[in-house]
């Protein structure tokens, strides 16, 4: 389906006119403030699947309110991850997308992951036969859960570091072959076992402490492409002032 509405967005002549990538944006934050701005150098919308990187699998991408910076700023092209991207894919988000300055929910969902990783633990201590017991990992989730809660006013940001952090502490001390990969294990954690789509950090670098204002979607059914474009300043005749590498041959003529 992606894919198919991809190509749409192609064949419109109305989904990419020659126009200034900062006005297509203007237009779209005054028409619907809820969109999200992701830029990429290829033309095809994919996750973020990066070995080097714990962060989870999904597709990153600006908020409105961050691109509105940028505007007030000079433009699209002063935010670090769209600078010399080739396209700009316009998505809606959809389903439950969690804002994690409001979120206010850490000590019941911390009790969830700390169930599930205790059931993943004690299925190799069965199958391994170690004999290991849980007391101890049961006496360690128990003080991170009372740590995070004493030291972060702020829930979204407990939760969001409090599973880094147990799945940090599960990957040193013990071989689960579901956890070894901390990115696709926060996937499974965000989406399966506390059931959300996607988060949104708005000023909060809860994310990425370089960027305040980011939304991340964690499958496919967690956003809507409304729309993709050159990612290409332009004068007021249509000719390209400024874009990637790709478009100085047309700056030129």
Do not use: C
Not at 55 to 82: C, F, Q
Not at 90 to 107: A, H, R, S
Not at 115 to 130: P, Q, R, V, W
């Amino acid at each position: 389906m992606k894919i198919e509405q991809l190509l749409e967005a192609r064949r419109n002549p109305d989904l990419n006119p020659k126009t200034d990538i900062n006005e297509i944006v203007k237009g779209y934050i005054d028409k619907d403030p809820s969109l999200v701005y992701h830029f990429k150098n290829r033309e095809i919308l994919s996750a973020n699947i990066n070995p080097n990187t714990d962060s989870p699998i999904g597709i990153y991408a600006y908020t409105s309110e961050a691109v509105a910076n940028a505007l007030r700023g000079g433009g699209v092209h002063r935010l670090p991850y769209a600078s010399g991207r080739r396209k700009l894919f316009v998505l809606k988000p959809k389903g439950n997308i969690i804002n994690l300055q409001t979120y206010d929910n850490f000590m019941s969902d911390a009790i969830k992951v700390s169930k599930f990783l205790l059931g993943e633990y004690n299925k190799m201590d069965t199958e391994l036969e170690l004999g290991l017991g849980d007391d101890s990992v049961k006496d360690y989730l128990v003080m991170m859960m009372e740590e995070f809660a004493d030291n972060f006013s702020v829930d979204g940001e407990a939760i969001w570091k409090f599973v880094y952090e147990v799945l940090e502490y599960f990957n040193e001390s013990f071989y689960i072959p579901r956890l070894q990969q901390i990115s696709k294990a926060t996937n499974t954690i965000f989406m399966k076992v506390l059931g959300w789509d996607g988060v949104v950090d708005n000023g909060g670098s809860i994310i990425h402490r370089q960027e305040p204002h980011q939304i991340a979607l964690f499958h496919p059914k967690a956003y809507e492409l409304i729309g993709m474009y050159d990612n290409v300043e332009r004068d007021e005749e249509g000719k390209a002032t400024r874009g990637d590498a790709s478009w100085r041959s047309e700056k030129k003529e």
